[in-house]
C-alpha cells in the first residue's frame, strides 16, 4: 500500500521538494499550504498531490485541513510539519510583541494544532511517521532573529516528547535542521546584503559560506531524500533525534 502523506508549507520550497519526492516514489500527497495559486499550480501538475489552502495557525482551517485529508487520503501514514515563518530581522529589544506572536502562531500553534489532529489517523496506520522541519537555528543562536530562533529550539523538544508518547504506537518523530538551502529565497537574501553592504552576490555567497566546512548550500532534493529515508521501512527504529543537514555550519547568521 502507498504511503499516505500530509505536508504543511507543500507548494514551495523545501515542502514542494518534498511532495515531489514522495509522489515520484508512488506515495498519495496532500499539501497544505497559504498560497492558493501555488496550490492550484502543484496540483494540477501532478495526480498524485491533492492540497488545500489553509493557514495553520488557524484552528478552524486546520479542523476544514483535516476533513480534506480524510476525503482524499482515507487516513494518513506520514506527517510533515514545515510551515513556518522568519519574522522580521531586529534584536530583542526592538521586536514588537505582535512580530514575535506572529512567528509563535505559526511556527508552534501551527505545528501543534496540525500535529494533535494527525496524531489519531497516524494510530491506524502500520508504521506512521512525523518529522518536523527545524533549522539551523534551532541548534545555535540567531542574533536579530530571537523569535524564529526559540520557536525552532521548541520544536526539538515537541518532537522528543512527541517520540516519547507515541512509540508504543510505533511511530516515529524527528527532526530536520536544514542550513541555508539553494533556491530563490537565498538568492534573494543575497542579493539584499550586496545592495545594503555596497558589494557584490559573489562576496556575500563566500561570507555565508565561510561558517561551514562544505562550501555549498543545501539542496532541497537532498532533504526530501532524508525525509523519505525517516519515513521508510529503515526509518522505522529512527525517533527522537536531530538531523542537522548543513554543510556542517559552526553558527546561524
Known sequence: MSQRVLITAGANGIGLAIAQAFAAAGARVHIADVNAEAVEAVTSANENITGSVTDVSDPAAVDALFADVRRELAGLDVLINNA?????????????????NAVVNVILHGTFHVTQR???????????????????????GYPNRIAYSTTKWALVGFSKTLALE????????????????????????????????????????????????????????????????????????????LFPIDADSKAAS
Open 118 to 140: 494527525a496524531i489519531p489517523l497516524l494510530k491506524d496506520s502500520d508504521a506512521a511517521s512525523v518529522v518536523t522541519m527545524s533549522s539551523l537555528a534551532g541548534r545555535f
Open 84 to 100: 513556518g515563518i522568519s519574522g522580521p530581522t531586529a534584536p530583542a529589544e526592538q521586536l514588537p510583541f505582535d512580530a514575535w
Open 166 to 241: 507515541l512509540g508504543e504506537f510505533g511511530i516515529t518523530a524527528n527532526t530536520i535542521h536544514p542550513g541555508a538551502v539553494k533556491g530563490p529565497r537565498m538568492a534573494a537574501v543575497l542579493e539584499g546584503r550586496a545592495t545594503a553592504n555596497g558589494t557584490t552576490v559573489e562576496q556575500e555567497t563566500t561570507n555565508a559560506l565561510n561558517n561551514q566546512s562544505i562550501k555549498d548550500f543545501i539542496d532541497p532534493a537532498d532533504i526530501a531524500a532524508l525525509v523519505l529515508f525517516l519515513t521508510g521501512p529503515h526509518g522505522r527504529t529512527i525517533s527522537g533525534q
